[in-house]
């Protein structure tokens, strides 16, 4: 059975939420545990048998995402190639104009998955579940706590897993059952329910009249979760395959430092050797390994030795970052490639993005510094708790930022290319 991948990954209009981090990378390649967030979906996607290719669907500009192709083809061994659409047309819309590229190879199955969610991925226990009903499309389901109200909720009937009942953000709670926005589908039958949803919504524009030139456009723009499955509900062509592994959306930045977390948390048990050496104890002092050819980047401010930083926790260090002997590290954190800690900082649940610099005794905690910033001597850049129950606003620095030694940067969003001199709280910083 030849399946296909295609990754929804939308365009430059959207993602406003995830600013400052989008100013600089599209949504879908800011890092999440030391990796381009697409870049989960696509290992989850390798491990499918059979996979043809992987489809990059959206509307950003491809030279955006070249690099990235070139290099994630290579590294995972699997063809990856980016079909971009003239407009936006919906989480299907894009599927339907672009049919010939999505069913070249003739693929049995398609896998398409939302690029903005945080997930295990398990797409292979999916396609067995798939293959057992035999029906058009199965929608991965997790059941959450809390209020659900934006998200799709789901009914299904416990016996069959049929789904019987879906609403898109409903205005009030209708199940702890969500769309996880994971898809299996038949391709044969997909595309069945895909036409009749888009002559359906045609025959609905012209009824309003706005069937004319104008409007004209409207036309092919079709949503997976409102024109198919809102649709096809009860009418035994949608199953629910149900998991209980981790996940989430990636709305924003806050959502992307829950995500890290999760991600480092299933490291742990998946791919151990990818965190920064620790003992199965909740604190254990380690030694972080220079390059043997002993190239420092130009960092030679920091005093780094073979006597090891301490790393509490899920850690990531890239193999190129710079970690000083005295630094704290963790838990839930993240340092990307060429990045600088000086001695005595202190590191909590943040993502150091590329080529930052976090100074000598600084404390970093609930934060995003982005790349190429600078936090300075005893600066401190603080959030609220992220947890469930708190919830809560995080200190977000854009790419380039400067900031001061010795002032305080608490629950704030500072855009790219700013110095901050002076301590802030609760502000947005133009």
């Not at 069959?160 to 409903?170: R, S």
């Amino acid at each position: 059975m030849r399946a296909r991948g295609i990754i929804l990954v939308g365009g430059g209009s959207k993602g406003t939420r995830f600013r400052p981090l989008s100013f600089d990378l599209p949504k879908p390649l800011v890092p999440l545990a030391g990796k381009p967030m697409i870049t989960h979906h696509l290992e989850g996607l390798a491990r499918v048998p059979n996979l043809l290719d992987v489809l990059l669907l959206g509307f950003y500009d491809e030279s955006l995402f070249a690099e990235f192709i070139e290099s994630a083809s290579a590294r995972l061994q699997m063809t990856v190639r980016y079909v971009r659409e003239g407009a936006a047309l919906g989480t299907a819309g894009g599927l339907l104009r672009y049919r010939e590229a999505v069913e070249a190879g003739s693929p049995d199955v398609l896998f398409i998955l939302h690029c903005d969610i945080a997930s295990s991925f398990p797409l292979c226990d999916m396609l067995a579940f798939h293959q057992r009903r035999g029906r058009s499309l199965t929608v991965l389901g997790k059941r959450i706590t809390g209020d659900t109200r934006a998200y799709g909720c789901i009914v299904k009937d416990e016996r069959t897993d049929e789904l019987l009942h879906y609403a898109e953000k409903p205005e009030t709670a209708v199940s702890a059952l969500i769309n996880c926005g994971v898809y299996v589908a038949s391709t044969r039958g997909f595309y069945a329910l895909l036409e009749a949803a888009d002559q359906e919504r045609a025959r609905g524009l012209a009824a309003q009249r706005l069937w004319v030139a104008s409007a004209e456009g409207e036309r092919g723009r079709v949503q997976i979760e409102q024109d198919i499955i809102m649709t096809y509900e009860g009418r035994q062509q949608i199953y629910v395959y149900e998991c209980d592994d981790f996940w989430c959306q990636v709305k924003s930045p806050e959502a992307a430092l829950r995500a890290s977390a999760m991600y480092l948390q299933h490291y742990a048990s998946t791919q151990p050797e990818l965190l920064a050496p620790h003992s199965h104890g909740m604190e254990a002092r380690a030694v972080r390994n220079m390059r043997a050819d002993g190239l420092n980047y130009g960092r030679d401010s920091v005093n780094v030795s073979h006597a090891a930083p301490t790393f509490v926790g899920n850690v990531y260090v890239h193999p190129t970052a710079r970690v000083a002997a005295t630094a704290k590290l963790g838990p839930n954190v993240s340092v990307a490639a060429g990045c600088v800690v000086g001695d005595g900082a202190r590191l909590v649940n943040c993502m150091a993005l590329e080529d930052s610099r976090i100074g000598e005794h600084a404390l970093v905690r609930n934060a995003v510094v982005g790349w190429g910033s600078t936090v300075g001597e005893w600066a401190r850049v603080e959030g609220d708790d992220l947890t469930a129950e708190a919830g809560g606003r995080i200190s977000i620095l854009g790419a380039n930022v400067e900031c001061a030694g010795e002032i305080v940067v608490r629950n704030c969003t500072v855009l790219p290319h700013k110095a901050l001199t002076v301590s802030a709280l609760n502000q947005i910083i133009l």
